[in-house]
T-cell receptor, first 109, second 117 residues
Framework: GENVEQHPSTLSVQEGDSAVIKCTYS??????FPWYKQELGKGPQLIID?????GEKKDQRIAVTLNKTAKHFSLHITETQPEDSAVYFC????????FGTGTRLKVLA | GAVVSQHPSWVICKSGTSVKIECRSL??????MFWYRQFPKQSLMLMAT?????????EQGVEKDKFLINHASLTLSTLTVTSAHPEDSSFYIC?????????????FGPGTRLTVT
């Protein structure tokens, strides 16, 4: 079955810097890759997603890239702000979502 | 966007009692709903998948007699933790599969924190 690895597990950046979180997946048939932001005590919120027929997608300060050959995808957050501090999960999906282990992002003011 | 609600948002119960958690899709119909469990500082662990009108499919290691799931309508699924014990204390999150444009996506509820004393 699908296996998703996520790195790093924790990430601290200075406000205004960029943050990059990387995920790899094992099942080449997976075709949908969402990213979720989870704040303390809340459910995950979809922030951006990408499908296997696209290599890159951008939404304001957030972008996701997908390399199908290498089976990895990354989340890029530019101009980070303190409110970006949260846990971020990637997922790979064909019929069900398989989540990565999460990255705790801390943006230092 | 699609909204999924959960009720209650938190609950404290005594060991041996049962607790029911509701998951509702507010503005769309969800033929499939998922129940996850999340321990502190860990990822989401899928417990079961429920389809409207049929029995839930449980993941390996999840006791179906302990975690009863009912998906009676296209907008409501319930998870009942029976004879709860302190080790059942966790954050339970549901998600609902909805049509977004031409494809289906999962929308997550806000979670329910269960504490068993």
């Amino acid at each position: 079955g699908e296996n998703v690895e996520q790195h790093p597990s924790t990430l601290s950046v200075q406000e205004g810097d960029s943050a990059v979180i990387k995920c790899t997946y094992s099942d080449s048939a997976s075709n949908y890759f969402p990213w979720y932001k989870q704040e303390l005590g809340k459910g995950p919120q979809l922030i951006i997603d990408i499908r296997s027929n696209v290599g890159e997608k951008k939404d304001q300060r957030i972008a996701v890239t997908l390399n199908k050959t290498a089976k990895h995808f990354s989340l890029h957050i530019t101009e980070t702000q303190p409110e970006d501090s949260a846990v971020y999960f990637c997922a790979a999906s064909l019929t069900q979502y398989i989540f990565g282990t999460g990255t705790r992002l801390k943006v230092l003011a | 966007g699609a909204v999924v609600s959960q009720h209650p948002s938190w609950v404290i119960c005594k060991s041996g009692t049962s607790v029911k958690i509701e998951c509702r899709s507010l503005d769309f119909q969800a033929t499939t709903m998922f129940w996850y469990r999340q321990f502190p500082k860990q990822s989401l662990m899928l417990m079961a998948t429920s389809n409207e009108g049929s029995k839930a499919t449980y993941e390996q290691g999840v006791e179906k007699d302990k975690f009863l799931i009912n998906h009676a309508s296209l907008t409501l699924s319930t998870l009942t933790v029976t004879s709860a014990h302190p080790e059942d204390s966790s954050f339970y999150i549901c998600s609902a599969m909805g049509l977004a444009g031409v494809s289906y996506e999962q929308y997550f509820g806000p979670g329910t924190r269960l504490t068993v004393t």
